[in-house]
């Protein structure tokens, strides 16, 4: 069974606009990790955001948010104001930790396209 | 401070060549992984080391072997390359162990199996 499930495999959106992301997930364990990473044309893994299953307030690192929804197992993506840099992959992921290993299980990803 | 280091960025084999993808990280953590990226996919661990000394199987481990030569470093091996092990190899460590560990990646390794 799937995990980590994003819907949009592409995404166009004009700059300076906000962009959610969609990403929805399936544990059965309480205690879990949700991730984000952007991966840009030159191929890098970088991490944009952390929320954890016990974290009362959705997490932000400057223009990301992370919209989490836990009764719902989604964790949506926002990013405000894009910017043409904004184009990339984006891919949502998460980490049990009493899976065989405590590897992040990442989904198949969103290529978000920014128009000038 | 380099992060995650991977060599080479880029090879070319021929099927049933050996070769050894290197990696390593300056951020003292426990935690290494390696992972491969096919098309249009996201990323399948392929081994890991909790700590100095111990490795353990992935999602994807066969073809594969690796070695944990110190805390720093965490080698790759394919004995024989096939085809089918095209991809992007990707390095990443963590400090932890734990779920709440957030793991950095290393700029990846593009390997084409001819």
């Known amino acids: 069974a799937q995990k980590i499930t994003q819907t949009q495999p592409g995404m166009f959106v004009q700059e300076k606009e906000a962009v959610t992301l969609d990403c929805t997930y399936d544990?059965?364990?309480?205690?879990?990790?949700l991730f984000w990473y952007k991966q840009p044309s030159s191929g890098e893994m970088i991490f944009l955001i952390y929320q954890g299953s016990y974290d009362q307030q959705n997490a932000t690192e400057g223009r990301y948010s992370l919209n989490f929804q836990k009764a719902r197992k989604s964790a949506n993506l926002v990013i405000s104001a894009s910017q043409l840099g904004d184009s990339a992959m984006y891919f949502c992921a998460m980490r049990e930790p009493h899976s065989s290993a405590s590897k992040i299980i990442f989904g198949s990803g969103t290529r978000l396209s920014i128009r000038p | 401070n380099a992060g995650v280091t991977q060599t080479p960025k880029f090879q070319v084999l021929k099927t049933g060549q050996s070769m050894t993808l290197q990696c390593a990280q300056d951020?003292?953590?426990?935690?290494m992984y390696w992972y491969r990226q096919d098309p249009g996919m996201g990323l399948r661990l392929i081994y890991y080391s909790a700590s100095e000394g111990t490795t353990d199987k992935g999602e994807v481990p066969n073809g594969y072997n690796v070695s944990r030569l110190n805390k720093r470093e965490f080698s790759l091996r394919l004995e024989s390359a096939a085809p089918s092990q095209t991809s992007v190899y990707f390095c990443?460590?963590?400090?932890?162990?734990?779920?709440?560990?957030?793991?950095?990646f290393g700029p990846g390794t593009r390997l084409l199996v001819l």
């Open positions: 990443a460590s963590s400090e932890g162990w734990g779920w709440q560990e957030t793991q950095y």
């Open positions: 544990t059965s364990d309480p205690s879990y990790g």
């Open positions: 951020m003292n953590h426990n935690s």
